[in-house]
């Protein structure tokens, strides 16, 4: 297995830019969330799904969406960047609660 | 309040120290896992509880679920340990500590 799978690993954007920021798993997870985190500063939950077709708002979604058409997948998008979306971006997932937690490798970005 | 707590924030010891983490939460939960996290790197997981104890080299982990508590012990603390360490409990959702940033002079 891969595992969780993030692209890509960095991005420079402008100011009113838009892009997505990939992330794939083949554990067959139903369980995949989006945090950000800020230097210095603990894991902050954007977006998160329970399953294909579903997906909820975490602590600061405000700026991004997401789609879950797949298992594998959970896309984030930043439809117009901004300074203070400036982090670095962490894809996780898990199959159930008693179970291993599987991070992908992290997206750093910066808008300017 | 926050749902979990850790303590303490930053720790600096001496190589060879024996390190205690400490994580406390107040939601119900299923699993609870202690992560790390280097410098300017991703995040790895170390253990995952849902009872007792667990151990893996220098590294122990427990958790008490009756007291909402768990610790992470580093016996014969190295330099390489330096890293955040973050607890994060599965319940309805992830909720993660703040980290504890731990800094072993040689």
């Known amino acids: 297995n891969a595992g969780v799978t993030q692209t890509p690993k960095f991005r420079i954007l402008k100011i009113g830019q838009s892009m997505t920021l990939q992330c794939t798993q083949d554990m067959n997870h139903n369980y995949m969330y989006w945090y950000r985190q800020d230097p210095g500063m603990g894991l902050k939950l954007i977006y998160y799904?329970?399953?294909?077709?579903?997906?909820d708002k975490g602590e600061v979604p405000n700026g991004y969406n997401v789609s879950r058409s797949t298992t594998e997948d959970f896309p984030l998008r930043l439809e117009l960047a901004a300074p203070s979306q400036t982090s670095v971006y962490f894809c996780a997932s898990i199959l159930w609660g008693n179970s291993p937690l599987h991070f992908g490798n992290g997206t750093r970005l910066t808008v300017t | 309040k926050n749902e979990v707590e850790q303590s303490p924030q930053n720790l600096t010891a001496q190589e060879g120290e024996f390190i205690t983490i400490n994580c406390s939460y107040s939601v119900g939960i299923s699993a609870l896992h202690w992560l790390q996290q280097h410098p300017g790197g991703g995040i790895v997981s170390l253990f995952m509880l849902s009872s007792g104890k667990k151990k893996h080299g220098r590294l122990i982990a427990t958790i008490n679920i009756q007291e909402k508590h768990s610790s992470l012990h580093i016996t014969a603390s190295h330099p390489r340990d330096s890293a955040v360490y973050i607890c994060a409990v599965i319940g309805d959702k992830i909720i993660f500590g703040k980290g504890t940033r731990l800094h072993i002079l040689p």
């Open positions: 799904s329970v399953g294909a077709g579903i997906t």
